[in-house]
């Protein structure tokens, strides 16, 4: 019991990257696998001000969220778009978008190296524990859960009931058919490709305030989120959030039964039995 | 074989031969260097032989090496070297042909991700592994000389390019051409896709465990970390496609100089090196596509006018 709130609560925070990466990769067509440095580089932001001047790190998601989407906008419309723009089929794209991001994320590593040095950091805050179903838990893990899960439902909503969400899931669906009905689909893949980027920089900051990060640890939650958005297929947020929980629980359980070191291998066994047994993700339905 | 061909094949063995007397020359700095470039000249053409012609980027090579590092490093007390090399290169081929069973019926993207994953998932393995049994590293003490290495890194380049040669000129060669052109296509025209991929994919895996099975030594202690250095990946790739992957001899354009800048950065600056691996990636998609084999083919085709 213990072990399956400690990862619905970790794997609540994976939804809200890997919600994040979706909406890059379902709606922009770029996997970008700088995402992590964003994480990172969320996470950097909500130390500063907490270090500095003792500004929550939930009040400070609303400093890191229009930055990350006003940065990544910017990284879309100068770097990725002449690379939609030329390509002449999908797989060309893919590569490219793989090599280009792999670049942005290795620039991104050296850029925190070059700020911030090679240090781990971590600050305390909300340490206190709380009692929940008998066992007892960090306050920050449950809060970071809390606002993940208020995040999720938003964007929820949104992607389901506004007008701009509908035009999101139908380039989601088909770019071309999109274009026909009369949806600027340059603009709105701009759109989700920022709004990724900042729903993965506040999953960042949130993250920060109960795990240690240091600037090189930005590939592994990509291949976390990577993992998830796969497993939960492309463009499918029900998919997404049932993963990231699965996943959550999964690494929780191989953490603290087998050894903390394993988590990676786990969330690997899980990826090759999908891509054995599901490679359409969980919801997915097989292609015709 | 036709006269060029001919050509080509005595060029290939005198400049192998020459590259082979760099010991005699000099056993320091410059010997090191050699061999960091053999070792990359084989990994990096290895590479480009499978992703090359399939546009499917293998981000696995340092988890083969390690794999191979591994082998030599438990066996060689008790088995011959040269065969602890054989036995790296089946267990770097059978590695290759699982991950290319599970991801390589699917999309380019799944197969990236995974290999991106694989030898962090290894190094977990085996440093879990040895925390079971209370060791932390081994110690791998021969009496091989760095100019021994550097000779058999040479030798192994030159079976690299033989192997490259020959599958260009094979079934399985030209199967792979159409299916980098159009997968569809080649699947429709009765090739078996995911096998020929497999297939091919084993070259780079077993050329890696085996490069990584005669640098052993070289290390003399060797533990996760160290072998599965996801960094080596990210080099060959860098290397390979900087040089181009079009011509058997491309990804060597990118290596030499690459090794070069790569050393003179490390010494000088060994906390810029991640910076310039990102740097080198953006310059090759915005400004390199081709690598420096396909700038010389725009080149050569103004100065000839178009006329080819």
Not at chain 2, 48 to 73: D, K, N, R, W
Not at chain 2, 210 to 225: K, Q
């Amino acid at each position: 019991m213990d072990i399956l709130i400690t990862g619905l609560l970790l794997g609540g925070t994976y939804a809200l990257i890997a919600m994040g990466l979706n909406l890059q990769y379902g709606v922009a067509r770029i996997m970008n696998l700088a995402n992590g440095e964003l994480l990172v580089a969320g996470g950097f932001g909500a130390f500063f001000f907490y270090t500095s001047g003792q500004v929550s790190p939930f009040l400070t998601i609303f400093l890191v969220a229009p930055a990350a989407f006003g940065v990544s906008w910017l990284i879309y419309r100068i770097m990725l778009r002449p690379l939609v723009n030329r390509a002449k089929s999908r797989g060309q794209l893919e590569t490219d978008s793989i090599l280009a991001t792999f670049g942005l994320s290795f620039v991104g590593v050296g850029l925190m190296l070059a700020a911030f040095g090679g240090d781990y950091f971590n600050y305390s805050y909300l340490a206190r524990p709380i009692t929940l179903a008998g066992d007892t838990f960090a306050l920050n893990r449950v809060a970071s859960f809390l606002a993940a899960v208020v995040i999720c439902g938003l964007l929820y909503l949104w992607l389901n009931r506004t007008r701009a969400g509908l035009s999101i899931r139908a380039i989601a669906v088909s770019p071309d058919s999109a274009r026909l009905v009369g949806i600027d689909v340059p603009r709105m893949a701009a759109i989700a490709f920022a709004l990724g980027g900042a729903v993965t920089a506040v999953g960042g900051a949130l993250i920060s305030t109960y795990l240690t990060l240091d600037a090189s640890a930005g590939v592994i939650f990509t291949l976390k989120a990577l993992i998830i958005v796969i497993m939960g297929g492309v463009g499918d947020v029900r998919g997404t959030i049932v993963a990231a929980l699965f996943l959550g629980v999964v690494e929780t359980l191989v953490a603290s039964l087998i050894d903390p070191g394993l988590t990676l291998a786990a969330a690997y066994a899980l990826f090759i039995l999908v891509l054995l047994f599901r490679p359409q993700g969980i919801f997915g339905k097989t292609p015709t | 074989m036709s006269s060029a061909e001919i050509r080509n094949l005595i060029l290939t063995v005198i400049a192998l031969g020459v590259c082979a007397l760099l010991p005699m020359a000099d056993s320091g700095y410059w010997l090191s260097i050699g061999l960091s470039i053999a070792m990359f000249t084989v990994l990096a053409t290895s590479w480009a032989l499978f992703s090359g012609p399939t546009h499917y980027i293998s981000l696995a090579t340092a988890a083969f090496f390690g794999v191979g590092t591994y082998t030599t490093g438990l066996g060689f007390e008790t088995l011959p070297f040269w065969s602890l090399v054989a036995l790296a290169g089946m267990f770097g081929a059978l590695m290759a042909a699982l991950v290319g069973l599970a991801t390589l019926r699917l999309s380019g993207v799944y197969f990236v991700i995974f290999t991106l994953g694989l030898a962090e998932l290894v190094r977990q393995v085996i440093t879990w592994a040895q925390n079971q049994s209370g060791q932390k590293g081994l110690y791998v003490l021969t009496d091989i000389t760095e100019a021994m290495i550097y000779w058999m890194l040479i030798a192994l380049a030159a079976a690299v390019y033989l192997t490259g040669w020959l599958i260009g000129r094979s079934r399985l060669g030209f199967a792979l051409r159409i299916i980098g052109d159009d997968e569809t296509v080649a699947a429709h025209s009765g090739i078996n896709t995911a096998r020929a991929k497999v297939l091919l994919f084993m070259v780079p895996g077993a050329v890696a465990a085996m490069t990584g099975a005669i640098l052993a030594p070289r290390y003399v202690y060797i533990e996760p970390s160290l072998a599965f250095t996801p960094m080596l990946s990210f080099q060959v790739v860098i290397m390979a496609l900087l040089g181009g992957t079009g011509r058997l001899w491309g990804p060597l354009a990118g290596v030499v100089p690459f090794t070069l800048l790569w050393e003179s950065i490390s010494s000088n600056f060994p906390n810029q090196t991640t910076l310039l691996l990102g740097l080198s990636f953006l310059l090759i998609v915005y400004a390199l596509p081709h690598g420096f084999v396909g700038l010389l083919d725009r080149l050569r085709q103004r100065v000839t006018g178009g006329v080819s």
